[in-house]
């Protein structure tokens, strides 16, 4: 019986498999061998350059896979998105509820990082606007690892604070289901 002929579906899905695989081989590579072989060849830390490099490509697969995209099975795509995520030093669910929340609430009170603001002086603005653009961004989401140390009691009432001043009541509780219940956690 002779086979279907392959749809570019097919096709994208064995790329998305293959760029899959590559990513998870540069995490395992640079988080467990590299370090095992460095005392050996001190000479290895220079792979970290590609790999350096790879991490547009690698966020791009993990973006693939926040929107559903990656693999056509949603229990796939959650799986390797986590993988890979967790690989790259990321927690996905946080992450995909993050950049979804910036998708659907771009220019928010809560999502402001690419506005230039209009009000107060000048050069406070522009100051602040380029602070934000050049890491002043990438500082403040490093800094919300540490909310994992708050009680989770605090940890609710936190977000359902910052969100309902927000007039986001609504992505709050999203928030608190989809990512800080302890069922979704261990999901």
């Known amino acids: 019986m002779p086979h279907p002929p392959a749809t570019s579906h097919d096709h994208t899905t064995a790329l998305n498999a293959l760029l899959a695989a590559l990513c998870a081989c540069v995490g395992i590579w640079s988080l467990w061998l590299l370090p095992l072989t460095l005392s050996r060849h001190p000479l290895a830390a220079l792979?970290?350059?590609?790999?350096?490099?790879?991490?547009?490509?690698?966020?791009?697969?993990?973006?693939?896979?926040?929107?559903?995209?990656?693999?056509?099975?949603?229990?796939?795509?959650?799986?390797?998105?986590?993988?890979?995520a967790a690989l790259f030093g990321l927690p996905f669910q946080p992450v995909a509820f993050g950049h979804l929340f910036h998708h659907r609430r771009n220019r928010s009170r809560l999502d402001r990082a690419e506005v230039y603001p209009g009000d107060g002086s000048r050069l406070r603005a522009t100051l602040g606007y380029f602070a934000r653009l050049l890491g002043g961004l990438y500082l403040a989401e490093s800094a919300l690892a540490l909310l994992v140390w708050l009680s989770r009691?605090?940890?609710?009432?936190?977000?359902?604070?910052?969100?309902?001043?927000?007039?986001?009541?609504a992505e709050g509780k999203l928030l608190q289901r989809s990512v800080l219940d302890p069922a979704a956690l261990w999901g």
Do not use: Y
Not at 51 to 57: D, E, G, H, R, S
């Open 47 to 84: 792979s970290l350059v590609a790999v350096a490099f790879f991490t547009t490509t690698w966020w791009s697969v993990i973006h693939e896979a926040i929107h559903g995209l990656l693999f056509p099975k949603r229990t796939v795509n959650d799986a390797a998105g986590r993988v890979l």
């Open 153 to 169: 009691p605090r940890l609710m009432a936190l977000v359902a604070r910052r969100f309902d001043g927000a007039g986001l009541s």
